[in-house]
Structure formats: C-alpha cells, structure tokens
C-alpha cells in the first residue's frame, strides 16, 4: 500500500493525448479476476442461474454503449468485433452450458462460467494458428466482464471519477467506457502514437500516456501521480516540490489552452511576415470537425489504416472507402487533403498473423501494397473518384527507391483508365507525394524531388531509421532523440532538394508538434507543418512568436551541435522567453 | 437433411468477423445448422461453435442442414462463403 515515505519514481514514455493531470491511481488489472470452486445449496440454484442472466445483460448493455460510441468515432467496421463478443453473451455454448453447468454440478454461476469458457479456449489454443490462438483473449473478455457483472464489483463502477486509470494494456472499449465515468487520464504501459486506444484517447480528450513500460506492475490503487500528458511522463509518488513545480505547470498549460481560442482565426505567420501553413493529421471520418475548430488549413495527413483496422479484414471495397474519403474532401474543400495510402505492417501489425523477426525493416507501408496490388488499387480509384469533390494529393509511405514511386504512378495511370471506361469523374493531375522516413530517401532526395510532387516528412520513423533506436525498447529508448543533429540534418537535405525543385515540403511527424521543434523546422524552410489538431493552436503561438530570422539561427546552431540534449535545453530556454513553453519546472532533477 | 461442402477462400479464415457473418446469416432460418470439419462438428448457430473450428483459408467444411428452409440457409451460407466473406483471398 501506500508509504506516506514513498520514495519519488518517473516513468517515461510517450505522449499521445495532451493535458497534466495530478490525483491518485486505479490499477485496472485485465487478468485479476480469479475463481473458486464453490458448491451451492440446492435451494439456490435458481437463484443462481437468476443471476447469471442479470449479468449476462448488463453485459450486453456494457456492450451496447461500446458498439454505438466505436461505430461513431471509428465506423462501423471497428465496431464488428464487439458484436462479435455480443453475439457470444447469448451464445448457447456460453449462456446455456454455464446454466447447465449450474443446475448439474451446483457451481456458482462464475465458476460455472469458467470451466465452460477454458474449455472453449483450450481449443482455440490448441489451434496450429496463432490468429486463433489469440482470439482466446476475445472469449476471456467475454468471460471477464459477465464475471465482473456477477460480482458487482463492476469494472466501471470502481473507477472513481477522479481517478487516473493505470494499466498494461487497455482497449479503445475500456476507454470509451472510462471516459464516461469522467476519468483524469490515462496511463499504460504498452500502446504506442496511433494505436487505437490512443486515437480515442484523444477524439475523446482524456489525457494519455502509453508505453510507460512496468508502471502498472509497480504501483497501487489510490498511489499518487502526476500524469504529463505534454511530454510523455508520469511521476509516482511525487514530493511536495515536484507536486508544486507541476501545478504550476498544470496551471500554466491550461492558461495558455484558454487563450488558445483566440489564436484559432488568426494567421500562423511569423512576426516579420513569414507564412506557415498549418494543416491537420486525422484518422476518423468524424475528426472532420476538428479543422474548423482548431483553425488548420487543411488535412496534411489522412492516416487510412483505421479504415482498415478491422480484425482480419484487409478489403475495404472502392465503393466504402470513396464514400469516407468523398466526405473528408468535401467537408474542406477547398482545402487541401492528402490521403496516405495504407501504410500497414511494423507497428500496426497485419492482422492476420504475418510475423516477422524485424517487422520494422519488413514487410510494410508501400513493400505491402506493391504486392498485393488488390488492395492499392481500389483505394487508387476511391481517392482518385474522391479528387471530383475537392481538393486531393496521394501520399505514398515506407519509400525507400524511386523505382517504388515509378510503380505507383503507373498503378495510378491504370486506375485513371478504369476510371474513364467506367465513366467516372476525377481530377486531373492529383499531386504525389512520398513520405521521407527513411534517410535512403532523404539523402537522394533530388532523385526523389525529380519524381515527386510533394514531400512529407515523417519523422518518428526517419529518427528511428536514422538512430538506429526502437523507442519501444526500454534498454535505448533513451537514445531516441528528434532533435538529433543527425535528423536534422536529413530534413535539411530534403528540404534543399525540394527547394531546387520548387516542390513543398510538409512535416508531419510528431516533431511537428513539438514546439521546440518549430523554430527550426520554420528557420529551416518547412512550408506545412501538420499534426493532431488539438497541438495546433500551441504551434502557432510559437511561430507568430518568433521571426523567420531567429529560426535560421536557430536552426544554423541546432546542425552544428552534437549533443541533442544542448539543443533541446536551448530551445526550451526560447520557448520560456517568448512565453509559448510549458517548461519542465522539475527537470533538472530528473535528468534529461 | 442436406449437405453441402464449402472451401474456406478467405485469406484469414474464419475469424471473428467471418464467424459472426455465418451465425448471423444462419439465425435467419428455421432449420437446424452444423459445421463438419475432419471428423469434428459443432453448432453452426453458435459463434464460438464456429470460432473453435479454426479454420484456415483452404480448409474444407461439411455444412450439414436439416429443417424446413434448409435449401434457402444452405444457398445462403455456400454463398457467403463463396464470396470469402467479401475479404481479400
């Protein structure tokens, strides 16, 4: 339990939905939940068998809730696999062998439930296939939350309002489902920037940090933290100095959130007129609202794995993805939006069981489309139909040869084709873009520029690629640095290969929101920065708070340097100065 | 009673998704449904029935029908799995 002594711990890990919050921790442990053996008297056996269909449809009502707010923030397809597991409630093999299981040998109904479910998993797990293997988490969902119904103690009810929910592992279900209890935030130890739990973290607004790595396993239910949903860290136990340095904080990031309203309607221009265009990074057909709201110009980065996120399911026909697509265009039309082609594989898994030993250096991003090109080319033919209604650019991502770029326009020239024979309008000349996350790629960025139309650079895989560092891994993830001089360099590289060409530059990347980062990507010629919206207005302060001059320099001492910790502590120092920074109060005790 | 041999087509096989497709298409007749596959049956209305299957693209299942509207669920069903489940084969 808690010591009022407890020594001062820091978790690190990443930032995935903004927002400080301080109060104490609920440790939601998935595999908690244990059963006994019991035998019941005769006489409460009906009772019993009462019981487990109570349970059975809170269940289902828990369900209900989680189906109508996953088909609203993620569509219809993400929603499949909770109908699944409400199909199940009501399956015989569940509901009517555990009301047997009951009546026949008296077992209290979780026991029953129990021994009917390991059954069913036990053949699951005997499956030769590991897709099958796994699906016996689905039937251990199921099996937890009637449980959890059963005994009252429900998973929901014991989140205290103002808890900070902790856990390895939560699932977007759980989340929607806290967030409606009103949580302080969220903290867990895997998960990663665009896993579907951090996507409805922030649609939803609570504060989140994943990849915390062994936080749950080490701290208790009613613990204090302080949740840094800015930069990526969670304190346990904090001392009155740390405490008092994050109030501050706290204090100081939700002034400056208020007066973000003001900045939405003004230009992200720098002080001696130097104009940046700030654009979006979505996911959700339903994120639309967000452009006007948070004043982006446009969607610098529709990321359509979501679409596609559906266990299993690889195709989405033409027909569905056009429709969100069409919706996206013409919601900001004029307005630019760029559609990146599914970029599956590395982190975001395949969900048929595709494993591979180094799954970042494998099969991914535009290696995957290239050979399965019935999956490219109708999502080819959707954007290209969807290029009627507004204005479109295709972004291709995981380049690393020109000669990958040359195929896709190709694939391109044969979905216009099709396109014509079948009578449908498109645009002509929809821009193509390739993602710079790989230094190959940066580094011959001339050659790539000569057949690019735009570049996008993607800079959490370019710092991975270029460093050498998975920031998953806590033994390096130290090393992990995107203001490294390195990156910066490669960045540089591509911009000035752009610039001969005269074909613009976005970031789009996590550095993209980082505000010690803005100055010199601004100083170094980027023209579109796009992000998560909520992180705009915060962006924009900074740039219509520097000149383009001081960014140059800026930017001119960060490529000179060799240490990326001298180069983040001297912009945070500017950020401090010109009134843009939530600084980090308790950092020089912390180490970096 | 009629019987009926279909391929798993679908790159996947019968996971989560497909199964709950052939539960639900099934729940639409009267007739009584089961699944064989090497010897094993199970409850083709029951979706962990047709989940512990685990069958793989290229498996090949006995779909065994017997009731009053067997000869629609059976059109039904081989159709469903004819399309792959309308996912990539």
Redesign the interface.
């Known amino acids: 339990m808690t010591d009022l002594r407890a020594r001062e711990r820091v978790f690190d890990g990443i930032a995935v939905s903004p927002g400080i919050t301080i109060g104490p921790a609920y440790v939601h442990a998935r595999e908690a939940i244990e059963v006994e053996e019991r035998i019941l008297e005769p006489d409460l056996v009906e009772q019993e068998v009462a019981s487990l269909h109570e349970a059975i449809e809170r269940s289902e009502r828990d369900l209900n809730k989680i189906i109508a707010v996953t088909r609203e923030k993620l569509g219809e397809d993400s929603a ?2 909770f ?2 597991q409400r ?2 409630l009501f ?4 509901r009517g062998e555990a009301e047997r299981c009951i009546r026949r040998d008296r077992f209290e109904a979780s026991y029953a439930l129990h021994r009917v479910m390991q059954r ?1 998993r036990k ?2 797990e005997a ?1 030769g ?1 590991d ?2 293997r796994e ?1 016996a988490h ?2 251990q969902d199921v099996e937890d939350r009637i449980i959890r119904h059963l005994r009252r103690g429900r998973l929901i009810s014991a989140v205290d309002p103002s808890h900070i929910v902790v856990s390895e592992n939560l699932t977007a279900a759980d989340i929607i489902l806290f967030s409606r209890r009103g949580i302080l935030g969220c903290a867990m130890d895997y998960g990663g920037l665009t896993s579907h739990v951090s996507i409805m973290a922030r649609s939803l607004g609570v504060p989140a940090v994943v990849s915390l790595h062994g936080l749950a396993g080490s701290i208790s239910t009613g613990d204090v933290l302080v949740l840094d949903g800015l930069r990526g860290r969670v304190v346990v136990n904090p001392d009155d100095a740390t405490l008092e340095a994050y109030r501050k904080r706290k204090d100081r990031f939700e002034r400056l959130r208020a007066e973000e309203k003001s900045l939405v309607h003004l230009e992200p221009e720098t002080i001696d007129g130097h104009r940046v265009r700030l654009e979006a990074n979505l996911e959700l057909r339903d994120e639309v609202s967000f452009v006007a709201e948070y004043g982006a110009q446009g969607i610098g980065l529709f990321r359509t794995e979501m679409l596609f996120l ?6 989405v ?1 033409e027909e569905d993805q056009f429709r969100i697509y069409q919706a996206v265009v013409s919601a900001v039309a004029p307005a630019p939006v760029t559609l990146r082609v599914l970029d599956l594989g590395g982190d975001k898994l395949l ?2 069981a595709h494993r591979e030993h180094n799954p970042f250096l494998g099969w991914r991003g535009i290696r995957v489309l290239l050979d ?1 090109p ?2 490219l080319m109708p999502q080819l033919k959707a954007i290209l139909r969807a290029s009627a209604f507004g204005n479109v650019r295709i972004l291709i991502p995981m380049v690393t040869d020109v000669g990958e770029v040359r195929q896709v326009r190709a694939l391109l020239a044969r979905a216009r084709e099709e396109l014509r024979s079948e009578g449908r309008a498109f645009a002509d000349n929809v821009p193509v873009g390739v993602m710079v996350e790989v230094p190959s790629v940066a580094l011959l960025a001339d050659r790539f520029a000569a057949e690019s139309d735009f570049f996008s650079i993607g800079t959490n895989d370019l710092t991975q690629y270029a460093l050498a560092v998975d920031r998953g891994n806590d033994l390096v993830s130290k090393l992990f640095r995107d203001l490294h001089p390195a990156v910066l360099h490669l960045v540089r590289k591509t911009l000035e290969a752009a610039k001969r060409r005269g074909i613009p530059v976005s970031v789009c990347g996590e550095l993209a929101a980082n505000l010690r980062a803005v100055p010199i990507l601004v100083g170094m010629g980027v023209d579109t920065l796009s992000m998560s919206p909520v992180y705009l207005p915060g962006v924009k302060r900074v740039i219509r708070s520097m000149s383009k001059e001081e960014g140059q320099l800026l930017a001119r001492e960060a490529l000179e340097s060799d240490d990326a910790d001298e180069v983040a502590a001297r912009l945070d120092r500017w950020l401090e100065e010109h009134g843009c920074g939530v600084p980090f109060l308790v950092d020089s005790r912390n180490g970096h | 009673m009629i019987e009926r041999e279909v391929t798993v087509t679908n ?3 019968l ?6 497709m052939i ?2 298409t099934a729940a639409r007749f009267h007739c009584d449904f089961f699944i064989h596959k090497d010897g094993y049956e199970i ?1 083709g ?5 047709v ?2 299957l ?1 069958a ?1 693209q290229g498996a090949v299942l006995k779909l065994v029908l017997d009731g009053v509207d067997e000869a629609e669920a059976a059109d039904a069903l081989a159709q469903i799995f004819e399309d792959g489940f ?3 084969k």
């Open positions: 499949e696999i109908e699944a199909l199940m399956d015989d093999a569940v069913h053949i699951l499956s296939n897709y099958f699906r689905d039937l559906v266990e299993g399911r690889l195709s026909s969900p048929v399965k019935d999956l | 790159r996947a096989g996971h989560t998704r497909p199964a709950s539960v639900r409850n209305k029951s979706i962990i029935g989940m512990t685990a793989e309308g996912e990539v």
